[in-house]
């Protein structure tokens, strides 16, 4: 698919709010049949949100599987293994068009369900189950590496947090703070914080500040996708709760609440679900359309992306 009148529709949708000014903006092709990667990779580029999902046929494998569908990723500057709130965005696209219900995607990281469920007042809500997530322990000399891109120190760590590396579906190192104003001071080196995360394959790094037991306050730095902040981070949400139950932090049946955006002007929120006997995490959210996203540059800088 190259010339114009080729050209597939392309929607916009914020993700864990159902306000189009909060949450997180993603790009949604709901048939990006006979794309190319360079141009699918343009059109994230050219939309500027920090991902957009390409959903085409499932794979040989689910031919018959109805609402299964292959999902690819792609940030501004390269394609990414999972995105959780263009999970979100995509499958509340297809819901609005096709009625809620069980979705596949088949994604790089593996398949991951999603269900769509109406509220009475007619609002969706989304909820993805992840793969399997994994918990890795991080090398001092990167935490402190990590730290001083940031602009932070070791005295403004919470010492109940160890630094981990979480996985679920894409890789992020998880720091927490002390404080909630740490958490809103931040102003980092984003050359440098780039270099790190593609040493270590990170996709985000999730920053948290805990406010009470199951209530948490998160922001993700993003710049190896060329975004200087994520306001609403589905992929680090999942890693973060399967680290919160495998360190004891949490009950291992939980339900978690994640708010994040505030400091960016795009306020989120990201529902998190631990299950005894299942490893895999679940994340919920709204969604809602997004009419008119003015230009690509005003639509980029307004959620953080470096123009």
Not at 2 to 24: K, M, V
Not at 129 to 149: C, F, G, I, Q, W
Not at 241 to 254: F, N, Q, T
Not at 274 to 285: C, E, N, S
């Given at each position: 698919?190259?010339?114009?009148?080729?050209?597939?529709?392309?929607?916009?949708?914020?993700?864990?709010?159902?306000?189009?000014?909060?949450?997180?903006?993603?790009g949604v092709v709901l048939d990006a049949t006979g794309l190319t990667d360079a141009e699918q990779?343009?059109?994230?580029?050219?939309?500027?949100?920090?991902?957009?999902?390409?959903?085409?046929?499932?794979?040989?494998?689910?031919?018959?599987?109805?609402?299964?569908?292959?999902?690819?990723?792609?940030?501004?500057?390269?394609?990414?293994?999972?995105?959780?709130?263009?999970?979100?965005?995509?499958?509340?696209?297809?819901?609005?068009?096709?009625?809620?219900?069980?979705?596949?995607?088949?994604?790089?990281?593996?398949?991951?369900?999603?269900?769509?469920?109406?509220?009475?007042?007619?609002?969706?809500?989304?909820?993805?189950?992840?793969?399997?997530?994994?918990?890795?322990?991080?090398?001092?000399?990167?935490?402190?590496?990590?730290?001083?891109?940031?602009?932070?120190?070791?005295?403004?760590?919470?010492?109940?947090?160890?630094?981990?590396?979480?996985?679920?579906?894409?890789?992020?190192?998880?720091?927490?703070?002390?404080?909630?104003?740490?958490?809103?001071?931040?102003?980092?080196?984003?050359?440098?914080?780039?270099?790190?995360?593609?040493?270590?394959?990170?996709?985000?790094?999730?920053?948290?500040?805990?406010?009470?037991?199951?209530?948490?306050?998160?922001?993700?730095?993003?710049?190896?996708?060329?975004?200087?902040?994520?306001?609403?981070?589905?992929?680090?949400?999942?890693?973060?709760?399967?680290?919160?139950?495998?360190?004891?932090?949490?009950?291992?049946?939980?339900?978690?609440?994640?708010?994040?955006?505030?400091?960016?002007?795009?306020?989120?929120?990201?529902?998190?679900?631990?299950?005894?006997?299942?490893?895999?995490?679940?994340?919920?959210?709204?969604?809602?359309?997004?009419?008119?996203?003015?230009?690509?540059?005003?639509?980029?800088?307004?959620?953080?992306?470096?123009?």
């Amino acid at each position: 698919m190259s010339t114009a009148d080729q050209r597939p529709e392309i929607l916009r949708y914020t993700a864990f709010s159902t306000d189009p000014a909060g949450g997180n903006p993603a790009g949604v092709v709901l048939d990006a049949t006979g794309l190319t990667d360079a141009e699918q990779l343009a059109i994230a580029a050219e939309l500027g949100y920090s991902e957009t999902a390409f959903l085409t046929a499932p794979p040989a494998e689910l031919p018959d599987q109805e609402r299964a569908y292959t999902v690819r990723y792609f940030s501004p500057l390269a394609e990414v293994s999972f995105c959780g709130h263009a999970t979100i965005a995509a499958a509340i696209a297809h819901a609005e068009r096709h009625g809620p219900g069980n979705l596949q995607f088949v994604t790089p990281a593996g398949a991951v369900p999603v269900k769509v469920t109406c509220a009475a007042d007619g609002t969706l809500q989304a909820t993805l189950t992840s793969v399997e997530p994994a918990v890795h322990k991080v090398a001092e000399d990167d935490v402190d590496e990590a730290l001083r891109a940031l602009g932070w120190f070791r005295a403004d760590l919470d010492p109940e947090f160890p630094p981990r590396i979480g996985y679920a579906g894409a890789r992020h190192l998880i720091l927490a703070v002390r404080t909630r104003a740490r958490l809103a001071d931040l102003a980092y080196d984003f050359a440098r914080l780039k270099d790190f995360m593609t040493d270590l394959d990170l996709t985000t790094i999730q920053l948290v500040w805990r406010e009470s037991a199951t209530v948490f306050h998160v922001r993700d730095p993003f710049p190896v996708g060329g975004v200087v902040e994520d306001p609403a981070t589905g992929a680090a949400a999942a890693a973060f709760g399967a680290y919160a139950r495998e360190l004891g932090l949490v009950p291992e049946e939980s339900v978690l609440l994640l708010h994040q955006g505030a400091d960016m002007g795009r306020p989120g929120e990201l529902r998190v679900e631990l299950y005894a006997g299942d490893p895999r995490i679940r994340v919920t959210g709204t969604g809602a359309r997004i009419p008119d996203p003015g230009t690509t540059r005003a639509a980029a800088r307004h959620h953080g992306r470096t123009v």
